[in-house]
């Protein structure tokens, strides 16, 4: 098995949560990224503490209630399903905060992490604050919700985006990468993506590789996993008949997304 995938785990469930992934500096390659998916039943309760890092709480199905103690956002998230193709809520939470996440009904929810030292205000990230751009032409087109944007002032380290991609589309193409901290031409941003597929029993193929083939793996993606990025390139490919959601989180030494694309594969762009 890759030490880039992790597969989705349908892990026992305690008071009511369930833990399905949990990618840490400590059981990763990354040091910027950090990402938690959660399943909750209705009523159960998740609690955490920050301590020097920040938390973007995404509300990828279901509805939740989230509070930091001081501020209560109630009955937040717009959907069922992640294939509805429109945009949900999401809370940032500063480091040094703890937070409570309270399920109003079955939900599943992303918990995005990098470090941070410089408070910020909690906030909610309305879905109809996300903004929404379809990329690409021919067979490499998306659609992408921008949950925190490098625009987007208020967080320190995370940038935080949804990406939904058509049967036998190509996403995250022609490859790019973002390993170099070497502005303004490029910048260093870890990565990780988690995944859905419609039907549930699809799957996508996902390439990471460097200029080099130091590093140099395709992974046959399943619904619910998990795929990390520490460097290079990371095209993904959706197989006829299917359509893939993934959640990216990046961050690095600088909140800015620059990226490089492929050389040998850029040519496509100018079709």
């Known amino acids: 098995m890759s030490e880039l995938l992790r597969k989705y785990k349908n892990t026992e469930e ?12 400590e059981n990763s390659p990354l040091e910027y990224v950090g990402f938690k998916l959660i399943e909750l039943v209705p009523g159960a309760k998740y609690t955490q503490s920050l301590e020097k890092e920040e938390c973007c709480i995404v509300a990828v199905s279901g509805q939740i209630t989230v509070t930091d103690g001081n501020t209560i956002f109630e009955n937040i998230g717009t959907r069922e399903s992640v294939f509805e193709k429109k945009p949900t809520d999401s809370v ?14 079955d939900a599943r929810v992303a918990l995005c992490y990098s470090p941070s030292k410089k408070q910020l205000p909690t906030r909610l990230i309305k879905a109809k604050e996300n903004s929404v751009e379809k990329r690409g032409i021919l067979n ?6 921008n949950i925190l944007p490098d625009s987007d002032p208020s967080a320190n380290s995370l ?5 939904i991609t058509e049967s036998a589309n190509w996403s995250s193409y022609p490859p790019h990468k ?5 502005l303004p031409a490029e910048s260093f941003l870890e990565e990780t993506y988690y995944h859905e ?6 799957f996508v193929f996902q390439r990471v590789y460097t200029d080099d083939r130091t590093l140099d793996e395709t992974m046959a993606v399943e619904n ?22 993934y959640l990216n989180v990046m961050a690095g030494p600088t909140r800015i997304w620059k990226f490089h694309n492929d050389k040998d594969h850029e040519w496509i762009l100018n079709r």
Request: glycine content about 8%; charged content about 20%.
């Open 92 to 105: 940032y939470i500063s480091n040094d905060h703890s937070f409570e996440i309270k399920a109003t009904s």
């Open 197 to 202: 597929l419609n039907p549930r029993q699809g």
């Open 178 to 182: 973002h390993d170099q901290d070497n």
């Open 140 to 145: 490499n087109q998306r659609l992408v919700h």
């Open 159 to 163: 940038l935080v985006v949804e990406v």
């Open 14 to 25: 305690t008071n009511g949560v369930k833990v399905i992934h949990d990618v840490t500096s």
């Open 224 to 245: 619910g996993d998990v795929v990390i990025v520490p460097k290079g390139y990371h095209p993904v490919g959706v197989p006829d008949g299917y359509t893939s959601y």
